[in-house]
């Protein structure tokens, strides 16, 4: 035999046995049994062998991983999470050795829970992402002449290394309670309070009440408290606060001189000492219901106007004015050259009573429109109309000094003045010509030429044309 067929034969030899005490080995695996009364987690395991010990813990032992939620609460909610999504288990074969050993059983040797640490740390590091908090900037809010402070806060995000430690805790010892999510703090500068910001948003200058024209009326602007953040009282304010308690910081405060209110009034009670102008008319005592309903409503138009200031620029609207009173009763009216009736009647007398004097102050006319039939107590061509459908008689002062209108009536009368202050810039001649330019039985025509003068030299030249229904139907 030579000598190399002397080595194969060994290495043979040498495998066929190294295979049999394998066989041997598995064989002896699958027959050895736990001792009478082996148990692991209330799991009665005796005389099991390895299989059987492998069926129990996957049909029993492990089925906790399944049943049971790993519970964290953070920020006051709850997140779950099955012990089966990172794969948590007991090793068959560490419960074998463990049951096996019955007297020698310890905390130390006990089975201890597997998981895969890295789906583990994903599922934490996920959360983490999700439920950070961030840091919060303190806020505050001006009311009045306070401020109000609300401190800032940290952020919060979950600690990863500490919520594994105690996730693992809880899979140890089976004890499936809410963990308190332990969480690292978040640190920011905007979290603290900075009075000096807070100084350039919260100091105001006082402002005294405005008004302007705008479209010929006013528009007022409400006065404004002066407020200053004392910073030195401040820091000393939010020292004592204890924390989380809303700090109210009184401002520091300068009243303006000047009100709506006083601005108004102001403007309500102009220096008016001389009589710019002013015109009457006449009517009759009412005999009956429809003409004691017309003087009526001559006074509740008369009052209506009386006392309106108008200022340089403004403009003065009869509709708006007298148009808006309220209490006007059924009375004699034209319509179309008609006579017939309806609310309000006899207010155009009133607006007529202030067209002549209007003219005589030097006031601009911006709209102007004659009735549709003479009018019996002014001359043709020196009325002016007004109905609610649009037609209106309006004016602007376009004098330097404010004007007030003053409008009385007596039992067969109606007197309008425009009340001012004459300087000598505004000494005006006004002439005032209404001429007759066509008649016929039909209608009349009328130019009304209305001159401007200062010193002898003419200003300005106006006219106003009126035509008028003469016939009998």
């Known amino acids: 035999m030579t000598n190399r067929n002397k080595i194969i034969i060994a290495i043979s030899s040498g495998i066929l046995s190294a295979f049999g005490v394998v066989a ?9 049994k736990l001792p009478e009364n082996a148990s692991f987690s209330n799991v009665n395991l005796s005389q099991m062998t390895h299989d059987e010990v492998q069926e129990v813990a996957d049909s029993k032992i492990n089925k906790i991983f399944e049943k049971e939620k790993i519970k964290l609460e953070f920020e006051g909610r709850i997140y779950t999470m099955s012990p089966k999504s990172i794969d948590a288990h007991f090793d068959a074969e560490d419960i074998f ?39 919060k900037k303190y806020a505050f809010k001006k009311v009045k002449t306070d401020v109000l402070i609300k401190e800032g806060s940290n952020g919060k995000e979950l600690d990863v290394e500490k919520t594994m430690e105690e996730i693992s805790k809880s899979l140890e010892g089976l004890d499936f309670k809410v963990i308190k999510a332990p969480f690292k703090e978040i640190k920011s500068e905007e979290t603290k ?16 009440a405005e008004f302007k024209l705008v479209n010929g009326k006013r528009i007022y602007t409400n006065e404004e408290i002066g407020t200053t953040l004392d910073l030195k009282k401040a820091n000393e304010i939010v020292a004592k606060t204890p924390a989380g308690k809303i700090i109210k ?50 006074k509740i138009a008369a009052a209506a106007i009386n006392g309106i200031v108008l200022l340089p620029g403004e403009e003065f609207s009869f509709g708006a004015t007298a148009g808006a009173a309220k209490g006007y009763l059924e009375a004699i009216t034209y319509e179309n050259g008609r006579k017939t009736t309806g609310i309000g009647g006899g207010m155009c007398q009133v607006s007529s009573t202030l067209f002549t004097p209007a003219l005589k102050a030097g006031l601009k006319i911006t709209q102007r429109q004659s009735h549709s039939r ?33 409008a009385s009536t007596t039992e067969t009368s109606v007197t309008v003045n425009i009340l001012g202050t004459k300087i000598p810039e505004e000494n005006f001649t006004i002439t005032i010509d ?30 106003f044309n009126s035509k008028y229904n003469l016939s009998r139907n």
């Open 434 to 463: 209404p001429k007759i330019t066509e008649q016929n039985a039909s209608y009349r025509k009328t130019v009304t030429t209305v001159t401007k003068s200062l010193n002898g030299k003419v200003l300005e030249t106006r006219q």
């Open 97 to 135: 050795k463990y049951a096996k050993k019955e007297d020698e059983k310890t905390d130390e040797n006990k089975p201890k829970v597997k998981y895969d640490k890295k789906k583990l740390e994903k599922f934490i590091e996920e959360l983490k992402n999700k439920t950070i908090v961030k840091p």
């Open 193 to 208: 309070i900075n009075l000096k910001e807070i100084k350039k948003q919260v100091d105001t200058r006082v402002k005294d």
């Open 374 to 406: 003479p009018a019996g107590y002014v001359k043709p061509g020196m009325d002016a109309t007004y109905d609610s459908s649009g037609t209106d008689f309006r004016f602007i002062n376009c004098l330097s000094n404010p004007i007030k209108i003053q």
């Open 24 to 32: 041997f080995m598995i064989f002896m695996r699958k027959m050895e």
């Open 249 to 298: 910081i009184p401002l520091d405060t300068t009243n303006p001189t000047k009100t709506v209110a006083a601005l108004k009034n102001e403007i309500n009670n102009p220096k008016t000492p001389h009589v710019l102008a002013s015109f009457t008319t006449k009517f009759p005592r009412g005999t009956d219901r429809l003409s004691r309903n017309r003087n009526q409503n001559i």
